[in-house]
T-cell receptor, first 112, second 114 residues
Framework: KNQVEQSPQSLIILEGKNCTLQ??????????LRWYKQDTGRGPVSLTI?????NTKSNGRYTATLDADTKQSSLHITASQLSDSASYIC???????????FGTGTRLQVFP | KAGVTQTPRYLIKTRGQQVTLSCSPI?????VSWYQQTPGQGLQFLFE???????NKGNFPGRFSGRQFSNSRSEMNVSTLELGDSALYLC?????????????FGPGTRLTVL
């Protein structure tokens, strides 16, 4: 069964610190992998989208990496801010089913 | 450019009733997807419409249905509501197909079934 698993489920860090969120997937083959940020009570917002041939992609303080061999991706947040408090969702696209498969997300809380 | 809009934002219904949710995509976008989000299950795919045709469907019962109009606006209908249908329903639009193009999400409709 195609799955996307994220870790940790939740994370608390202090403002200014860096953190890394993990995404492991079993979807194979896959066409792209996405990271979304979802603030409480709002719809998700796209952070990055990478094809299987890309290793890294940045969006400001957010950097996503992809290792298609080990089927792992990570989202690194640099110099965290209070506004980074949100859920981060990893999504993998399957060309077999033409569907997006969502992870259950990592809940990040940044404290001053 | 206006974002994805969803109406209503909040809805309270009782078991057995039916409900219709509306989604207006970003101008020029032809794909509209619907998702159900609950705390325990995360985001679950309902269906995707592209140019008025249902392109893909998730694993939901037939009580969940949708359609897309010629102006790309989409509606989702849930009949015979159950308590478990309480959730945030999100709509997302993309210029191209949902699995190959960037999706833009609306703010969602919070449905509570009593």
């Amino acid at each position: 069964k195609n799955q996307v698993e994220q870790s940790p489920q939740s994370l608390i860090i202090l403002e200014g610190k860096n953190c890394t969120l993990q995404c492991n997937y079993t979807v194979s083959p896959f066409s792209n992998l996405r990271w979304y940020k979802q603030d409480t009570g709002r719809g998700p917002v796209s952070l990055t989208i990478m094809t299987f041939s890309e290793n890294t992609k940045s969006n400001g303080r957010y950097t996503a990496t992809l290792d298609a061999d080990t089927k792992q991706s990570s989202l690194h947040i640099t110099a965290s801010q209070l506004s980074d408090s949100a859920s981060y969702i990893c999504v993998v696209s399957s060309p077999v089913t033409d569907k997006l498969i969502f992870g259950t997300g990592t809940r990040l809380q940044v404290f001053p | 450019k206006a974002g994805v809009t969803q109406t209503p934002r909040y809805l309270i219904k009782t078991r057995g009733q039916q409900v219709t949710l509306s989604c207006s995509p970003i101008s020029g976008h032809r794909s509209v997807s619907w998702y159900q989000q609950t705390p325990g299950q995360g985001l679950q795919f309902l269906f995707e419409y592209f140019s008025e045709t249902q392109r893909n469907k998730g694993n939901f019962p037939g009580r969940f249905s949708g359609r897309q109009f010629s102006n790309s606006r989409s509606e989702m209908n849930v009949s015979t509501l159950e308590l478990g249908d309480s959730a945030l329903y999100l709509c997302a639009s993309s210029h191209g197909l949902a699995d190959t193009d960037t999706q833009y999400f609306g703010p969602g409709t919070r449905l509570t079934v009593l």
